[in-house]
């Protein structure tokens, strides 16, 4: 204005003027090299490495923010030359960036549009999240830039109906992610912002064509439509859409999921249906019979899906649209996803649907249900499809309600979680009597469902028969190309046909379940939980709020109780919540994202697309407020162990140990502590900004000691030794090896924390060899054994040897305490001082003692050409050592004369010897240089006897490799 004084140029100002000349001449100078900057980020963004590609995508945005147009021109094409590459991890990058480009800088971008929109020629070669992704980019380039590009809102419109009207449900995926990002963009919800702009009328008219447009097109294809619910639940769940637009949305949506699921209750259960019907899972309160409309309401799964398999048996899609409702039962779940999200995003609760929470069922009568070996195949399918549903309801209420303080919502909620983990189960025990059952699709962001992994994966320790080597190479490589036929022939074809799925997957399905019910005595309640998730709804991360309940160990407790989690409830919680924080959080060593391999990349997704949205960050938040109940659960489990231990008088493998209760408590404090162990070695708490993340998660540890008079320690290394401390305690009832193994795991992270872990060094040698030197029990009363046995003690060992302080020395006890006595015995079945050797796991303990006898070897310094005699003596001394512990070694091959253990004898040796020349050389010279040195030497150590011996013996055995021509010896050891 004319009449107000100018404001006085201030420092602060000047600050300011200067900073931005600074960024601008910086900017400058950096021109010229920025051809080098675009190399180094293009190659940097094709490694292998996650940290290293994730450098080389945010040099790429740098240099799109600092350079003027005509390099941000570069950079954009450059993006759009990785895209096209047809390497997925290479095209997944420059996405993201892009992405990132166009939510930051829209502006700029939109200069550029026109290269992005020439990536829509290659949809055919990319998965859906690459189609969404380009689509998220160019819904944000024509509907959110200021420029309005209507070509671009025309050409996107264009090919989306074409997709959605194409009869290849490849291409109505396509369309359907089109249709979501084009929504997401037109009613975008900036900043907030509580309604959309002034054009919200054409908004919302627009935004109710295209919904209309989905439905038409895709109603009767399912899975295509519940792949669009799921999508549009995300994106309201995400707040990226206005609020009169999910208002709208959920008005729809909520009459359409009542006519299409819900009827009322009549005094009679529906006639005329193949099985009898009852109403199950029902929850009656107060509330629900003073409301008349939820007590009237139920669920109608087994009607529909009745009507479904005779309309499917009457004429096909025909008979299909003659359907009332005009919806699947495959869409059930997303459905009700979209309409709960949207109700917590317009109202912040959930009033409007809270019956469904308590609603009963349409399900198979419980007397029916209970002869199932006497029901036809087509009975026996229309069961478990039922108890899918309900199983995959009952966990979407979960995701809905969970959340919710309301003491009596929170008492319906824990009903429901004990109702969805007895239907898993039940699901459990029937599957292996219908081979030929394939369950519901209720994962929809798949390429192509008919991908689906089946229910093969083996999930116990049970081991294969044994093959001859012949025939099992070849029957492998005939399995290979097999495999390899059936994907090129699934890539070929985008359609998905359930009924070809059901007969390719039957015999495979047949085989692996026919032994589930093996052992039933024994085993966990849950433990077909990773074969079954393909085909049981995501969990959020709000249901493990559920985990504050208190723990009854025992049964006579948990049954009395209505608020307290049974055995099998934690398990299944835990289960899940272990896997998510495998799944979402990184070690420090590194999982490794291999750059070629690109086949089965969606596969591993199955379960985790609701927790790939989430930044890692949070889901570390959210796993630290978890922490108290997790310890608790810890205390819990232990206690009881403890006090079977105590019933036995001190015998840790007694009665007690092997019921049904105490193998589902041990399978869950092995999940436990691997929850804890990838919460802990998670490699974001290295940045600054997360190190108060790592402190309230040791603090919650070290808050469970409950030490009288003590004060919170202050320092993060106090804090470490507090944390090993509290877990080392529950070394002294661990149930079995892998719950020891997951510990020590544990203990590993929780001492990498810090950089100074010595004082943590000998606390973890003892618990390692604890568990090295007892004997550990199978189920069935048999010691343990197999190739995963072996495996555990590999680590076990391994980690003993690391973090011992003197390495010869613990050789040389392991070697003549207890190798010496698994010679000695006749069986030959186990070391009494060491109960995790025997003759099967021998070749575990012979390779790593060998590899770390070389690594001491290495580290003998050889003395310098001014040490005294002292030092000397020493460096002799700790070569007599090794030789020694050489010799004994190496003799062992005598009895335990495997291939394997040859093999690993002659490579050893022959380093050894090639150590001992380089570094031992002088002190030889040194020996022997005085006549008195030598003879007090040979007197009191037999240092070259012995190192001669081992020679000679090392020699022997290559020359009988060379003299055998044993081709499963490396020439080069044979040689030497």
Known sequence: MAGRPARPFTLVDAAMVSRRATSSLRSQMAREYFPSILALAELLLRSPEGAISRFGCAMYERAFVCFERYCKQEVVGSLVAHVGSSYESEVDAAMDVLVALAERHLDDVARFGVFVAGLLDFLDNWNLTQIKKLYSVLGALAYRDATNNCQMDNDIQMIIRKQLCNS????????????????????????????????????????????????QTCQDVPDVFGLFLD?????????????????????????????????????????????????????????????????????????????????????????????????????????????????????????????????????????TAGHFTDMASSEKQLLCSSLFYAANFFREVLNAFASLSDPDIRSKVFQRLKDAV?????????????????????????????????????????????????????????????????????LSDGSHDSSDTSVSNASTLSKETKDLKQDSATKPAVFLGD????????????????????????????????????????????????????????????KRHAFLRTTNATKKLFGFSHLCSIPPASVVEQAVELLPALCSHLEAINAHFQDIIARNDGIADGPGMNTVESATLSAALQRVVQALASLISWNGFVAADHRSLLKKALTALTARLQVPGATQP??????????????????????????????????????????????????????????????????????????????????????????????????????????????????????????TLSKGSFNVFYKLMMVELVNAARRIAAPTQSANRQVREEKLLEWSVAVKVLHMLVNFVKEFDGRPNLSIALKVSSNFKKKKIFNGGNLNQFLFSSPDRRSSWMSSS?????????????????????????????TTYRAS
């Open 231 to 367: 999508e549009l639940a995300n994106i309201v769940h995400g707040g990226a859409l206005a609020v009169a637009v999910v208002q709208k949305i959920s008005e729809n949506e909520q009459d359409k999921f009542i006519d299409s699921y819900m009827v009322d209750i009549t005094p009679s259960e529906p006639k005329e249906l193949p099985l009898a019907v009852q109403l199950r899972y029902g929850i009656e309160d107060e509330q629900s019979q003073d409301d008349e409309d939820a007590a009237n309401i139920v669920l109608n799964i087994l009607p529909l899906l009745c009507r479904k398999a005779k309309a499917n048996g009457a004429g096909g899609a025909s008979a299909a649209t003659t359907d009332v409702a005009g919806s699947s039962l495959v869409e059930l779940c997303a459905h009700f996803r979209l309409l709960q999200v949207c109700e917590k995003s317009v109202s912040q609760n959930l009033d409007q649907i809270d019956a469904l929470l308590v609603c009963p069922l349409y399900m198979v009568h419980e007397e």
């Open 942 to 970: 037999p240092f070259r006897s012995t190192a001669e011996c081992s020679s000679k013996s090392s020699s022997g055995k290559r020359c009988h490799c060379w003299t055998a021509s044993s081709v499963s010896i490396p």
């Open 531 to 590: 074969r079954l998730k393909h085909y049981l709804r995501e969990l959020d991360m709000d249901v493990f709020a559920l985990l504050s309940y208190r723990l009854a160990t025992d049964a006579a407790t948990s049954q009395a109780s209505e608020t307290c989690l049974r055995a099998v409830d934690l398990l299944w919680l835990v289960d899940d919540l272990a896997s998510k924080l495998d799944r979402a959080l990184i070690a420090a060593a590194g």
């Open 422 to 490: 007895t239907i898993q189960n039940q699901l459990e025990s029937l599957l292996p009597d219908v081979p030929q059952f394939v369950p519901p699709i209720v994962h929809f962001d798949c390429d192509n469902n008919d991908k689906m992994a089946p229910l093969t994966a083996k999930s116990g320790g049970a081991e294969r028969p044994k093959k001859s080597q012949k025939s099992g190479k070849k029957r492998k490589r005939k399995g290979k190309e097999a495999a390899a036929d059936a994907e090129n022939a699934n």
């Open 168 to 215: 290849s449900a490849k291409y109505k995926r396509m369309g359907v992610m089109g249709v979501t990002m084009v929504i997401k963009s037109v009613a975008y919800n900036k900043c907030g912002e509580k309604a959309i702009s002034a054009t919200s009328a054409d908004s919302l008219k627009m935004i109710q064509t295209l919904l209309d447009l989905v439905r």
């Open 714 to 835: 202050s320092t993060m290394k106090e804090l470490i030794r507090q944390a090993f401390r509290y877990l080392k305690a529950f070394a002294e009832s661990i149930p079995n090896l892998h719950c020891a193994v997951a510990l020590v795991k544990l203990l590993v992270a929780v001492g990498n924390r810090t950089e100074d872990s010595g004082f943590l060094r000998v606390d973890l040698d003892a618990v390692s060899r604890g568990f090295l030197q007892r004997a550990w029990y199978s189920a069935d009363g048999e010691v343990e054994k197999g190739q995963k046995f072996n495996d555990a003690v590999r680590l076990l060992l391994q980690v003993h040897l690391e973090h011992t302080e003197d390495v010869l020395q613990a050789v040389d006890k392991i070697a003549t305490e207890g190798v010496g006595a698994l010679m000695d015995s006749e069986s030959r079945q186990g070391s009494e001082r060491w109960g």
